[in-house]
């Protein structure tokens, strides 16, 4: 089965600060999507990457999956401490054959300090 | 307004009863997915659940503790059966939309605590 591993697994930064969250998949990956969570709370979707090579930026937040599908990259551009949260990538490893079977990397805690 | 609307947001209860999710998406959808996310730990798929259909159940879960209606294609009920407190954990309810450019749309999570 395929594995997601994040890194680092938590993160403190300064207020303006810029900063990268990394996925990385034993396996090639059809569908990357990366959500932000608040502590005890629902998942926010944030971007979904389909193609290497592919890059996606909202507000102050880039994602991008390299060529080989097997990696992607999260970028916050002069962090806030709204920005504070679980981060965390899923992914679909079955070719979009079996919808909603995501497989979730153990998140990284981004704290953000003013 | 919220496109997935799931309740309760949170319970206590005690060891040995049932509780009952409820995920009301806002538009039809095929799938819905039930996912358990224990203290510390990330998403765990439990099962997907088809309108019209027995939901298929992932290596580890099983029907007689998760049971899931699927009455029609905007609602699905996840119940968590005869609690322990290992069942301690949030539970998530999702859908493919296409609101998310149709990523998977999470509902804002049921808090349980088994005492």
């Known amino acids: 089965s395929q594995e997601l591993e994040q890194s680092p697994q938590s993160l403190i930064v300064q207020e303006g600060k810029n900063l990268t969250i990394n996925c990385t998949s034993s396996?090639?990956?059809?569908?990357l999507y990366w959500y932000k969570q608040k502590y005890g709370e629902g998942l926010i979707f944030l971007m979904m990457?389909?193609?290497?090579?592919e890059e996606k930026s909202h507000e102050k937040i880039t994602a991008k999956l390299d060529e080989k599908k097997q990696q992607s990259s999260l970028h916050i551009t002069a962090s806030q401490p709204s920005h504070a949260g679980i981060y965390l990538c899923?992914?679909?490893?079955?070719?979009?054959?079996?919808?909603?079977?995501?497989?979730f990397g153990q998140g990284t805690i981004l704290t953000v300090h003013p | 307004s919220a496109v997935i609307s799931q309740k309760p947001s949170r319970d206590i209860c005690q060891r040995g009863t049932s509780l009952t999710i409820q995920c009301q998406v806002d538009?039809?959808?095929?799938?819905m997915f039930w996912y358990r996310q224990q203290p510390g730990q990330s998403l765990t798929l439990i099962a997907t659940?088809?309108?019209?259909?027995?939901?298929?159940?992932e290596s580890g879960f099983v029907i007689d503790k998760f049971p899931i209606s699927r009455p029609n294609l905007t609602f699905s009920t996840l119940t968590v059966s005869n609690m322990s407190p290992e069942d301690s954990s949030i539970y998530l309810c999702?859908?493919?939309?296409?609101?998310?450019?149709?990523?998977?749309?999470f509902g804002s999570g049921t808090r349980l605590t088994v005492v």
């Open positions: 999702s859908a493919r939309t296409g609101k998310s450019g149709y990523g998977y749309t």
């Open positions: 396996k090639t990956l059809y569908g």
């Open positions: 990457l389909q193609k290497g090579g």
């Open positions: 899923g992914a679909d490893n079955t070719g979009g054959t079996s919808y909603g079977k995501l497989t």
């Open positions: 538009s039809q959808v095929t799938m």
């Open positions: 659940a088809n309108q019209g259909s027995e939901a298929t159940y």
